[in-house]
């Protein structure tokens, strides 16, 4: 059932955004002289909410490639007491 109001809610959303795109006609102008580069409006948002994932993505890589010295050398210390209290438990068993 939540599968299924999530599954209209997007559809709902995407028709809704659909819409509007379809019915807006505003634009972007850029101009440096010489130069002149018209937008749409929508070409401007989708470029935007893009720009923002890919930075985003590019924040979380960077900061997980950071954190990745002090995981490893967690990884290894939990390994070494783990074999460390396997020994123990194996010493105490003889």
């Given at each position: ?92 068993h003889e």
């Amino acid at each position: 059932m939540r599968a299924l109001v999530w599954l209209v809610g997007i559809t709902i959303l995407a028709v809704a955004l659909t819409l509007v795109a379809r019915y807006n006609t505003g634009y972007l102008l850029l101009v440096l002289p010489p130069y002149r580069v018209e937008f749409s409006l929508n070409l401007l948002i989708v470029l935007l909410v893009a720009g923002f994932i890919a930075g985003y993505a590019a924040v979380r890589f960077v900061f997980a490639t950071l954190r990745l010295p002090r995981q490893v050398r967690e990884y290894r210390n939990a390994r070494r007491r783990e074999a460390a209290r396997a020994t123990l438990i194996e010493a105490l068993h003889e």
